[in-house]
């Protein structure tokens, strides 16, 4: 084997290596920077079936837990339906308001379309939740309500992280030559 033979070898060697470890480093720094999602501690394995906590929380029976899986069964393939409905009219309005001729009628209609999808997503939660009152007991849908407040609460976004808090003590000097 010749010099440029050797050269041109090691050369595609090194090139391939280098290719290897960025790969390696990148798909590194993607799982320590994204961390995995994870249920929060003490969460249920089935964190979409909320039946298993109602029926803890506002001890319903049997007959009860079946009928709530069954309506919300019902309510999720109506509501994927519509989501799907809904995103595929906005990816059609988005073609169409970025193409070269817009025609603001299109436009309008696919609006008007997506808005009554998702006055129907509204509705159908309302009907849900009138058909979940008409399931549980008057004390079991109070103590819903109140389930209701609590998670609502907990989601807030001033819930996610602690506001911060001012800083205590006597103020801070400033630095005249630095400008801060």
Request: aromatic share 6%; hydrophobic share 40%; net charge positive.
């Amino acid at each position: 084997m010749d010099i440029f033979t050797q050269k041109k070898l090691l050369v595609r060697f090194v090139i391939v290596l280098a290719l290897l470890n960025t790969i390696s480093i990148g798909l590194f720094m993607v799982k320590v920077v994204v961390p995995p999602l994870r249920p929060a501690e003490g969460a249920p394995a089935k964190i979409r079936d909320v039946s298993d906590i109602l029926e803890k929380e506002l001890t319903l029976s049997r007959e009860q837990v079946d009928l709530i899986r069954n309506l919300r069964a019902e309510f999720a393939e109506k509501e994927k339906n519509l989501v799907e409905a809904i995103k595929s009219e906005r990816d059609s309005m988005n073609q169409e308001m970025f193409n070269q001729s817009t025609r603001e009628e299109v436009v309008r209609s696919l609006a008007q379309r997506i808005a009554d999808n998702e006055y129907k997503m509204e509705m159908l939660r309302f009907y849900q939740a009138s058909k979940l009152k008409s399931i549980c007991s008057p004390e079991q849908v109070e103590k819903f309500e109140q389930l209701v407040r609590e998670m609502r609460d907990f989601f807030k976004p001033d819930n996610i992280r602690p506001a911060r808090q001012p800083r205590k003590g006597p103020p801070r000097k400033q630095d005249n030559k630095s400008g801060f």
